[in-house]
């Protein structure tokens, strides 16, 4: 079986400078650059569509076997998809401003 060419691959500046503008996971990014959606990823990975969808919404971490055949799926290196345990659940949350020291809050 031939490994298929695409046109993005990780560690290359277009890929960085894409993947900081992205709104999701690296999970996600990848695999919307690979073309496919959550089921086929979940069926060519041998996971649940449900775990891929958790994934994807950063509300867990993926185990080192998913993280891999993920990974294999998408042509990527399994620390492309993955975040840092200090990150997890980082991606998703919206933007709230510090307040300033001294500023009045609600009590």
């Keep these: 079986m031939e490994k298929p060419t695409y046109d993005l691959w990780p560690d290359t500046l277009e890929a960085n400078e894409m ?5 999701g996971t690296p ?3 990848w695999r919307e650059q690979r073309g496919l959606t959550q ?3 979940a069926d060519s990975s041998g996971m649940e569509l449900l775990r891929v969808q ?3 919404l950063d509300t867990e971490k993926a185990e080192p076997e998913e993280a891999a055949a993920m990974a294999k799926v998408l042509s990527v290196d399994a620390s492309d998809i993955q975040l840092g ?3 997890i659940g980082e991606t998703m949350l919206p933007y709230e401003p510090k307040k300033k020291e001294g500023s009045q809050s609600d009590e």
């Design 39 to 41: 089921q086929e990823l």
């Design 85 to 87: 345990d200090d990150m």
């Design 54 to 56: 958790l994934l994807e």
């Design 27 to 29: 999970l996600s990014f």
């Design 19 to 23: 993947l900081a503008e992205w709104e």
